[in-house]
């Protein structure tokens, strides 16, 4: 093959369009064995590869469609793929072949023809193709049924009206229940990319085809396994029983070789989960899925980074799933920059009281490294461990107090930034390390370091000696500052005054601030901040103490955990972009339809508290009726004063226990692609779970800030009772 393919290679020169005309014509004078036809449709598809306009030459090409030799049929066929939609007005003349080929007696060529054909989206064409279509996918040979099966989506693509007019949603149903792996595995997959259409069919499982996709899994290629397996999404347990059953099936996948494999299983793993009742067997199949994600680590740069943000989605909803592991995510000295950052974050999520030590004896050594962002993202780490892990915050300001005397610029600037939120987390405990914060005072020149040294100096100004004399030093270049340091120094200026409301230095400062605040600015904000401040100064400074200097809440970084309907949205799509960018499909991809857990008997309660709904914005004008035997047929078009949520759509989905039988229903667009939403693991129901109103609002960017490195303020009361959801 390696010779044939160097032989080939000469192919690749740019010809010109008279050249090869020439050649094709006289080519059939004299070439029996078909050679010469074989070598210019080389140069041809060749000079296709390399973008070069070849569609003069489509009606010389289309006369070799009649070759009996499979390769120039090929090559042809490639030809037309290429060029037959740009030809509507010459394209009728390969009809005749086409329809030719699909009754030939070769199953190689049956199949190719109806490829191409599918591949052409023009209603001549796509007309012939529609009677050829429905034989083929009947047709005797398993290859050219599964060809067909694919097929059937690229039609949908093209006309989805017609598509289902024309029973072909029908016929991919009864794949479905094929003998041949291959051919169930393809008709999957077409019904689940028609399904993914938002304004395609609602495909769903019963209990009955769910067995018997899963019966086909053993004997489906890998990719057909990753289809196989994530179509078993669209099944809704109905019992804890079903989900428990398909799970013990499903979780013998997680020893497979292909990574893609491992990933899909772990995502239905994930779902079915949520069905479950037995808590022990969630926690069996949590230690199941922790080896096979470990291993994904030792794979390629790529792969690795891939695993990594999905394991990042999979520890904050089972963190018991790789809690053992931390080990698995120190970084290595040859790791790319993005592996690293990925990892630092994995690394502060499974930190616990258990492990800390070892965790921040790691982050020590990462602040030594000669990368900025990766030495930052550590300093930073070291501030949110002893945030999180109380038994181990003197170890990490001891760090801290290390890493400042090192006097490097960025790693002083991130040591202030992180120790502004210690002192919110422990009041009153750390205090004694400010004397070190203020000699590097000359060090900070970025805005969130100079805006967290200055929230210190103010709020700690009556135990600085000298603190109006710093926050002169620093109010110097007031009006060039960002709005955020602007703001730190307006509240930083007025705590000192009402700290040192008799210093004649004091007044003049808070006085010179509030002017510039109130008359120089153009930022609203600041300026609406300066007039409030210099209004309650005047009015009444003791109600100004009580606002200025009221306790702030506590803080902790579990709050950057990601809004838990989301997160288990998030899930649904384990293994795809959609987990590396940390966003769901349908806001990154046109036409694309959302997922989201489905309500039934056997959902859990905390999932079903923070159950997503999302509706189909782009629906069919009317409602289109499938026959078959299980539909309701719907017996009048929606009225424009429905709400949208009530028009029909065709779907494939769960019919009753007593006709297990049926694929094909008609439901509201209330339960439209799993248009129900989802919640935390099933055994986390002790905790009070919050349903949110956006549940994107926790989402951030794609691919910035793996960490979020600003602690929230609790959101009322501990979440002491989600035991199972945390690491503490």
């Not at 899909?264 to 080896?291: A, Q, S, W």
């Not at 601030?513 to 210099?534: H, Q, S």
């Amino acid at each position: 093959m390696s010779t044939q393919q160097g032989q080939d290679a000469k192919f690749f020169q740019r010809g010109k369009i008279e050249e090869f005309r020439a050649e094709l014509q006289a080519a059939e004078a004299k070439d029996k064995k078909f050679q010469k036809r074989k070598t210019v449709l080389k140069k041809i598809v060749a000079n296709i590869t390399m973008g070069n306009d070849m569609s003069p030459l489509f009606h010389d090409v289309i006369q070799c469609i009649g070759t009996p030799l499979l390769e120039i049929k090929k090559m042809v066929y490639l030809f037309l793929v290429s060029y037959g939609r740009s030809k509507p007005d010459q394209i009728h003349l390969v009809i005749p072949s086409f329809l030719q080929d699909c009754n030939d007696r070769n199953p190689l060529i049956r199949a190719l023809a109806i490829r191409t054909m599918s591949y052409i989206p023009i209603p001549v064409v796509t007309e012939a193709l529609t009677d050829q279509l429905r034989h083929c996918l009947k047709d005797r040979d398993p290859y050219v049924r599964k060809t067909a099966a694919i097929c059937v989506a690229k039609v949908y693509t093209a006309d989805p009206r017609k598509a289902e007019r024309k029973g072909f949603v029908e016929l991919l149903r009864d794949m479905l229940i094929d003998e041949n792996a291959t051919v169930v595995s393809n008709a999957v997959a077409a019904l689940s990319e028609i399904g993914d259409r938002q304004d395609g069919v609602i495909f769903k499982l019963n209990l009955t085809i769910a067995n018997k996709l899963l019966s086909a899994l053993g004997e489906s290629s890998e990719w057909g396994q990753i289809y196989i397996l994530d179509s078993l999404l669209r099944y809704v347990p109905e019992q804890h029983a079903d989900a428990e059953m398909m799970a013990e099936r499903v979780i013998v996948q997680l020893q497979h070789a292909n990574s893609a494999v491992v990933l899909t299983t772990i995502k239905v793993l994930l779902y079915l989960m949520n069905y479950m009742g037995d808590r022990r067997l969630i926690d069996y199949i949590c230690r199941k899925m922790g080896p096979p994600l470990v291993t994904l680590i030792s794979s390629g740069p790529e792969v690795q980074y891939v695993a990594l943000r999905n394991i990042l989605l999979i520890i904050q909803r089972r963190p018991t799933v790789l809690k053992n592991d931390v080990k698995a995510f120190f970084c290595k000295y040859n790791d790319p920059i993005y592996v690293k950052l990925a990892k630092l974050e994995i690394m502060y999520r499974l930190a616990r009281e258990e492990n800390a030590r070892e965790v921040l004896a790691e982050l020590e050594e990462y602040a030594s490294e000669v990368d900025v962002d990766f030495v930052r993202k550590a300093v930073r780490s070291i501030g949110r461990l002893a945030i999180k892990v109380e038994p181990a915050a003197d170890k990490c300001i001891e760090s801290l107090l290390k890493l400042i005397e090192t006097k490097v610029t960025y790693v002083v600037q991130e040591a202030v930034i992180v120790t502004k939120d210690i002192f919110r987390r422990y009041p009153g405990k750390y205090e004694g390390i400010i004397p070190k914060i203020c000699e590097n005072l000359d060090a900070l020149d970025e805005p969130e370091a100079k805006a967290a040294m200055v929230w210190i100096l103010g709020q700690f100004a009556d135990k600085i000696d000298n603190a109006e004399e710093l926050l002169d030093d620093l109010v110097y270049s007031f009006l060039d500052e960002p709005a955020e340091v602007q703001l730190a120094h307006l509240t930083a200026v007025v705590k000192l005054f009402i700290y040192k409301s008799q210093s004649e230095v004091t007044k003049a400062l808070v006085h010179k601030v509030l002017k510039w605040a109130t008359e120089d600015i153009d930022n609203p904000d600041l300026r609406d901040r300066g007039f409030m401040y210099w209004r309650m100064l005047a009015m009444n400074p003791a109600v100004a103490a009580e606002i200025v200097l009221a306790e702030k809440p506590a803080i902790t970084t579990d709050s950057d955990r990601m809004d838990r309907g989301a997160l288990d949205q998030l899930l649904l799509h384990t293994g795809t972009l959609g987990s590396i960018y940390h966003k769901n499909p349908e806001t990154f991809i046109r036409n694309a339809a959302g997922r989201a857990l489905i309500d039934s008997p056997a959902l859990n309660a905390n999932s079903r508290a923070v159950l997503v709904s999302l509706a189909r914005p782009q629906l069919p004008p009317m409602a289109i009726s499938v026959s078959g035997p299980g539909p309701v047929e719907p017996t009048r078009p929606p009225q424009p004063s429905e709400a949208t949520n009530n028009v029909p759509l065709p779907t494939i989905m769960e019919s009753s226990r007593s006709d297990e039988r049926d694929l094909l229903d008609v439901e509201g667009d209330d339960g439209a692609g799993g248009d129900s939403g989802e919640g935390y693991p099933e055994g986390d129901d002790d905790g009070p779970v919050t349903k949110a109103a956006d549940p994107y609002a926790s989402l951030g960017g794609a691919f910035g800030g793996y960490v979020t490195d600003v602690p929230q303020p609790v959101a009322g009361g501990s979440r002491g009772g989600d035991l199972d959801d945390l690491l503490l």
